[in-house]
């Protein structure tokens, strides 16, 4: 059992996708929680390891996945795997995504496409 407490939430800046705050990135738990809040258009980019869910808990989303437009709704996940270019197009003015990563996000993994 691990538990992961509010006070180990860390806020954190990806190359491609800016501020966000880390839930959980623990060497002891195979997936990291990342919340993005407000989250605007992001530089396009893959992971060479890392397969992302996103989970949007509020607002929409318009995202480009290996060259496909997808509209995300509240509710709405996503599933993308490693090697697919991903960016967020546009998105809603209040907007919440929780990614979950798998193996956990390092910035190593994230490259420019």
């Given at each position: 059992m691990k538990i992961i407490k509010q006070s180990n939430y860390k806020?954190?800046?990806?190359?491609?996708?800016?501020?966000?705050?880390?839930?959980?990135?623990?060497?002891?738990?195979p997936i990291s929680i990342t919340k993005a809040e407000n989250l605007k258009s992001t530089i396009k980019h893959k992971h060479h390891d890392s397969t992302e869910i996103y989970w949007v808990t509020q607002g929409e989303l318009e995202l480009e996945v290996a060259d496909k437009t997808v509209k995300l709704e509240q509710g709405?996940?996503?599933s993308i795997q490693p090697g697919e270019s991903?960016?967020?197009?546009?998105?809603?003015?209040?907007?919440?995504?929780?990614?979950?990563?798998?193996?956990?996000?390092?910035?190593?993994d994230e490259v420019l496409d």
């Open positions: 806020e954190v800046t990806s190359n491609t996708c800016g501020k966000l705050v880390e839930l959980c990135n623990d060497s002891d738990v709405d996940i996503i991903h960016k967020v197009i546009s998105s809603s003015e209040n907007n919440t995504v929780i990614v979950l990563s798998t193996p956990p996000w390092s910035p190593e």
